[in-house]
């Protein structure tokens, strides 16, 4: 067993979980699992074992506290567990399902997908413009980024005509 085997099972015994799958997607952490605790309850553990690996986990951690700082915690994952065993620094998380990417590759309903999308985002925006207007360039980014891949992807086949977005902004509204 290599070392990054025996951390990943050295971090599962010390939280009390056993892994379900690795997820793959959205990460730079060699190890990403959604795990289940002896409640039934699914997680999501995250460990990073190089120095790429951690770093993400603490720029989460940061991301977080900055999120959080803007009235946004109803938008973080819980988190259940974080620490160091050995090489590896781990964070425990709440599963909020699968990512994006991996749901928009399997739905059926990519143009309901696409208006929850911006459902939520408008959402965080409204919460937070009133705490961090700094962060007003980054989330309508986002949204920006999010009407790009609708033009370029669910457009083309589902609304060739631009019908169910006629009158929308890149821009999402002010709060």
């Known amino acids: 067993m290599n070392e990054f085997a025996w951390l990943v099972e050295q971090i599962c015994k010390c939280q009390q979980v056993e892994i379900v799958t690795q997820l793959t997607l959205g990460n730079v952490c060699q190890g990403v699992f959604r795990v289940r605790k002896n409640t039934g309850e699914t997680c999501v553990l995250k460990i990073g074992f190089d120095d790429r690996g951690k770093e993400e986990i603490r720029r989460n951690l940061v991301g977080y506290?900055?999120?959080?700082?803007?009235?946004?915690?109803w938008f973080i994952p819980t988190i259940l567990a974080e620490g160091n065993m050995g090489h590896a620094r781990y964070l425990m998380l709440e599963d909020c399902g699968d990512d994006f990417y991996t749901q928009a590759r399997s739905t059926h309903q990519?143009?309901?997908?696409?208006?929850?999308?911006i459902e939520e985002l408008t959402r965080v925006y409204q919460s937070s413009a009133r705490n961090?207007?700094?962060?007003?360039?980054t989330i309508n980014g986002v949204a920006r980024y999010a009407f790009k891949n609708y033009?370029?992807?669910?457009?083309?086949?589902?609304?060739?005509?631009?019908?169910?977005?006629?009158?929308?902004?890149?821009?999402?509204?002010?709060?």
């Open 132 to 137: 961090c207007s700094e962060e007003k360039d």
């Open 151 to 175: 033009w370029e992807y669910i457009a083309p086949v589902f609304d060739v005509d631009g019908t169910l977005v006629r009158g929308q902004t890149h821009d999402l509204p002010s709060a």
């Open 110 to 117: 990519p143009v309901q997908m696409y208006t929850r999308l």
């Open 65 to 73: 506290q900055k999120l959080s700082a803007c009235g946004l915690d």
